[in-house]
DNA sequence: ATCAGATATATCGAACCTTGATATATCCGG
DNA sequence: CCGGATATATCAAGGTTCGATATATCTGAT
């Protein structure tokens, strides 16, 4: 179970919800899930992304109550904070993919020439 | 022009040393021309990550003293330090090298499935 | 009704990492 | 003789990581 650096986070992150608006909670699960469960991106790491994407203008944001069914109308109800990715994200997420793909070849030339022995 | 992180830094380090013993400013050099000019693994990365490397058993070291042709022989010359992968070190790099082939095909799992617009 | 576990967001501090600047010293070519 | 390359190394400021902690609500099972 590998937990994500930022650099692989934001790559994630931004790939998640460049198929559609979600909110925190939703992408590590869906991270996980998509993973197979070997990805791992825990609330502490997860919530000051979400805000610096936030901040950079990569994504805008609105809270939803979600009241329960027969719940107290008066009550506050949970809170959930949706993310969607702005056209700016959605540049920066294009960008990522290609720094990404860029650094893998090279990676990939290093660790191709490495002559592995167990 | 990418400034390695640890992680990739030292896959990168210990795949260079898998090709025979060097010292930390061939080696850094070495990241530059094999990289075609891309990475980039500055002085005050690379030794400390070479200290960790030798304190964790993964490379072995020994010093060499690099005198000039026509040096005053009592001069100490030029220090040059030698790391060479131990057994060790060996494993870690193919372990290195699966953990990142894994991550890898994840990684690109989530790239796959997103629709890029520029 | 109660309670455990899931849903949901968020911060904290200690440890660790990153990076440009600084330091020291030697070697080589012009 | 001097600038640039060779060679190693540390420092401090800022950023990152991660388990722990906090708060509150909802759901399903007993």
Redesign the pocket.
């Known amino acids: 179970m590998l ?1 994500l ?2 650099d692989h ?1 934001e790559l994630v992150v931004l790939s998640v919800l460049a198929l559609g608006p979600s ?4 992408i590590s ?1 869906d991270i996980a899930a998509r993973s197979d469960g070997h990805f791992k991106l ?4 997860m ?2 992304l ?2 610096k994407l936030e901040k950079n203008g990569l994504v805008t944001t609105s809270w939803e109550e ?4 027969g ?1 107290d109308p008066d ?7 949706w993310y969607t990715l702005s056209p700016k994200g959605h540049k920066q997420l294009a960008r990522r993919i290609e720094l990404h793909r860029q650094t893998q070849s090279i990676l990939d030339s290093f660790v191709a020439q490495s002559p592995v022995r167990a």
Chains 1, 2 share one sequence.
Do not use: D, E, F
Request: proline share 7%; glycine share 10%; charged share 25%.
């Open positions: 937990t650096k930022q986070s909110y925190g909670y939703a699960k825990s609330p502490s790491g919530y000051p979400l805000t979600v009241k329960a069914a719940a009550s506050t109800g949970r809170r959930r904070k």
